[in-house]
């Protein structure tokens, strides 16, 4: 009932609406640009939680010990905080850092006001 649910809603339909996707991804008029936005990472961010979920018992310590991009790119963990110089993890660390980063920033208030026509979120 609230209106970013409706902008969900309305992206939702734009998305399942073709394959154009300069006008699946088009603001809505009268929408702001910024709730627009936010609405698409966060759902972005939903969708490839679930796909994760999906293969995450396949990809074990074990069977994924180095996230990579193929064989020509190792992607290597740095934050303030733990890891203070790019670090290798196995892809199920690299994997659980990232995503609990990204909800945090969603989660984030500053950025990802909840409030309709409040966000902080800024393109440059």
């Known amino acids: 009932g609230t209106q970013r649910f409706e902008l969900y809603k309305k992206a939702q339909?734009?998305?399942?609406?073709?394959?154009?996707?300069?006008a699946v991804v088009q603001l809505p008029p009268g929408e702001s640009i910024n709730d627009?936005?936010?609405?698409?990472?966060?759902?972005?961010?939903?969708?490839?939680?679930?796909?994760?979920?999906?293969?995450?018992?396949?990809?074990?310590e074990k069977s994924c010990?180095?996230?990579?991009?193929?064989?020509?790119?190792?992607y290597r963990w740095q934050d303030d905080s733990k890891y203070k110089k790019p670090?290798?993890?196995?892809?199920?660390q690299y994997?659980?850092?990232?995503?609990?980063?990204?909800?945090?920033?969603?989660?984030n208030e500053d950025i990802f006001p909840t409030r309709i026509g409040e966000c902080a979120l800024v393109l440059h």
């Open 36 to 60: 627009w936005i936010a609405v698409h990472v966060v759902d972005f961010f939903n969708r490839i939680n679930l796909i994760y979920g999906t293969m995450s018992e396949y990809c074990t």
């Open 95 to 107: 994997m659980c850092m990232l995503m609990d980063w990204i909800e945090m920033l969603i989660n």
């Open 65 to 74: 010990p180095i996230m990579s991009g193929g064989l020509k790119y190792e």
């Open 13 to 22: 339909a734009s998305l399942k609406s073709g394959l154009d996707l300069k």
């Open 87 to 92: 670090t290798k993890l196995s892809a199920p």
